[in-house]
């Protein structure tokens, strides 16, 4: 799969037991999709390993970057602002529940104070910034979030694993 940033082919990588695509060779960028993130086990260990090795990407981002297109379904992106972190946010594919994350935006999140109230309310946001969300039945809604809920939830939990003891 080719980045949806920069271009250069993705490697898979074992993300606590979750498959994930990372832009290793290119600008470190991670792919997440909706069906991995409700499996990963956010306790596990290999979580842990996962998730130092990806803070220390360095910060990388074009400030002027077009919108990205989803590296495998081709639909447009959404873009989620992060809370009050202006320059963090995440880009979401509503077709097939892809997310990317840029190198060093794991890190940014991490750094940002978030009650469990104002997380709740972030995953909920999450779920209403898309316009082809807000426009379907109330049922078809109800289905989509069965997976989107708790796949925003699982990552935005995991991101802030506040108790993580990096190191050890
Ligand atoms: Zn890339
Ligand atoms: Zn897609």
Redesign the pocket.
């Known amino acids: 799969m080719e ?1 949806p ?2 271009g ?1 082919s993705m490697v898979e990588k074992d993300f606590g037991g979750v498959q994930v695509d990372v ?1 290793s060779k ?2 470190k ?1 991670i792919w997440f999709d909706w069906q991995e993130l409700v499996q990963l086990d956010e306790n596990s260990e290999g979580a842990g390993n996962a998730l130092e090795e990806a803070l220390k990407s360095p910060r990388f981002k074009q400030e002027d970057r077009e919108r990205l297109f989803c590296p495998k379904c081709g639909m447009a992106m959404h873009v989620h602002k992060y809370s009050s972190a202006k320059e963090v946010s995440v880009d979401e594919c509503y077709g097939c529940g892809g997310f990317f994350l840029d190198s060093g935006e794991i890190k940014e999140i991490r750094d940002q104070y978030m009650s469990e109230e104002e997380r709740d309310a972030y995953v909920d946001k999450l779920l209403a910034d898309i316009p082809e969300f807000k426009e379907l039945e109330e049922e078809t809604k109800r289905e989509k979030s069965k997976l989107r809920a708790p796949a925003g939830r699982k990552l935005v939990k995991f991101l802030r694993r506040d108790e993580f003891m990096l190191g050890t």
Do not use: E, F
Request: charged share 10%; net charge positive; hydrophobic share 10%.
């Open positions: 980045c940033a920069c250069k832009c290119g600008c960028g």
